[in-house]
């Protein structure tokens, strides 16, 4: 499909539009309960899955030194626990707290919120042609992810 082509300009610009309101939103939340995006953003790979320092460090695209300073400001802000390994002194164990996994779903809240406004907007027969249709993009977008190879 050519980049002229009005569907794939029409994605694009939902896409923008999408984007900047939820990310201004995302941006305000961090703002307002003095975290960065980054500190959100590790937040958010430790709740996938348990990393280590220099996981997270290449994840977030940081040096190891400032991936341990942004954990330690973590857990003075109470949102993480670190704690040694019990089999492997050397490997730290990185857990979320309640209050982590509380500022996480926040954090999601304050991002999408925007869309119940949105939604209040149309009509009930425009909510159903736009549900149709976004269900039709959720369903071709995963089998485009089935045919992505791993990037490990």
Do not use: C
């Amino acid at each position: 499909m050519s980049l002229d082509d009005p569907f794939v300009a029409t994605l694009q610009e939902w896409t923008e539009v999408f984007m900047r309101r939820s990310m201004r939103n995302f941006f305000l939340y961090s703002k307002e309960n003095g975290l960065s995006v980054s500190q959100i953003g590790a937040l958010f790979l430790i709740y996938r899955r348990a990393l280590g320092v220099s996981d997270l460090a290449e994840q977030l695209g940081i040096t190891s030194a400032a991936a341990s300073q942004m954990l330690d400001r973590l857990v003075q802000l109470e949102l993480i626990l670190r704690s040694e390994d019990l089999h492997d002194r050397r490997v730290k164990n990185i857990v979320l707290t309640d209050k982590g996994r509380q500022t996480l779903t926040d954090s999601i809240r304050a991002r999408q919120g925007w869309l119940h406004d949105l939604a209040k907007t149309l009509s009930r027969d425009e909510k159903e042609h736009i549900a149709a249709g976004l269900k039709i993009l959720i369903g071709k977008t995963n089998l485009l992810e089935e045919h992505i190879a791993p990037t490990r």
